[in-house]
């Protein structure tokens, strides 16, 4: 299923949405809309692969039931409006940004809670309200968080050559991270880590960490100060 024009699907107005499963190709973009009985405008097993200016809106989230796969295309912005979360509700759904992925207008935080791997023409942008990553993911491309803000990383996160870890906000580690040879980690505010962070590989750490034991601090070295 191809969509050409930019369009609007689960609009509480229409109760518009999709079942069964298969591949829809947005070329000019969708806008995810809260249906007004909170079930997901996405149903059962389907491929998205966005184009173009994509968003959610509302306060209710936006997700998938069952398996399911977001393939955000390069080039692509996929904007988090309103007080919304993103999860495809089941352990295999996987978000793929090679895009602009934002999280912007509202100030509580929004919460991803499957897979998503950011690739190495891929952007997330946590600039307003704060994003949490709670599902892990392999990274080549690059995360900036906005003064006053928290990017989170949960599950178990991996960051190869080529991803970046950037801002004047503060980023919290809830799972496990490893930033291996040619990946950065360089943020003005705080760096949280309640789990193992591994930096050892990693072409340059700065930031005030807290929250590791000592053999974690000790293994961290690099630039990084050690409240």
Request: hydrophobic share 30%; net charge negative.
């Amino acid at each position: 299923l191809t969509v050409n024009q930019h369009s609007v699907i689960g609009a509480a107005s229409d109760n518009t949405f999709l079942t069964g499963s298969g591949t829809l190709v947005a070329d000019d973009g969708l806008d995810f809309r809260p249906m007004l009985d909170n079930n997901p405008p996405i149903r059962s097993s389907w491929t998205l692969n966005l184009s173009g200016a994509n968003s959610t809106t509302g306060d209710l989230g936006w997700y998938m039931r069952n398996t399911g796969t977001v393939n955000i295309q390069s080039g692509a912005t996929f904007e988090v409006r309103g007080d919304s979360s993103l999860t495809i509700a089941d352990a295999s759904g996987i978000i793929n940004n090679a895009g602009t992925f934002s999280r912007t207008t509202k100030t509580t935080e929004t919460e991803v809670q499957n897979q998503f791997n950011n690739q190495s023409t891929g952007l997330v942008e946590a600039t307003s309200g704060g994003l949490k990553l709670t599902g892990g993911g392999t990274h080549s491309g690059d995360f900036t968080v906005a003064a006053g803000n928290t990017l989170t990383f949960g599950g178990t996160h991996t960051f190869n050559s080529g991803a970046s870890v950037s801002g004047a906000g503060n980023v919290a580690f809830t799972g496990p991270a490893t930033f291996n040879s040619g990946a950065t980690l360089s943020v003005g505010g705080n760096l949280t880590s309640s789990v193992a962070l591994s930096v050892a590989g990693a072409t340059a750490v700065t930031g005030n960490l807290t929250g590791t034991s000592r053999s974690e601090e000790r293994r961290v070295g690099k630039e990084c100060t050690i409240q």
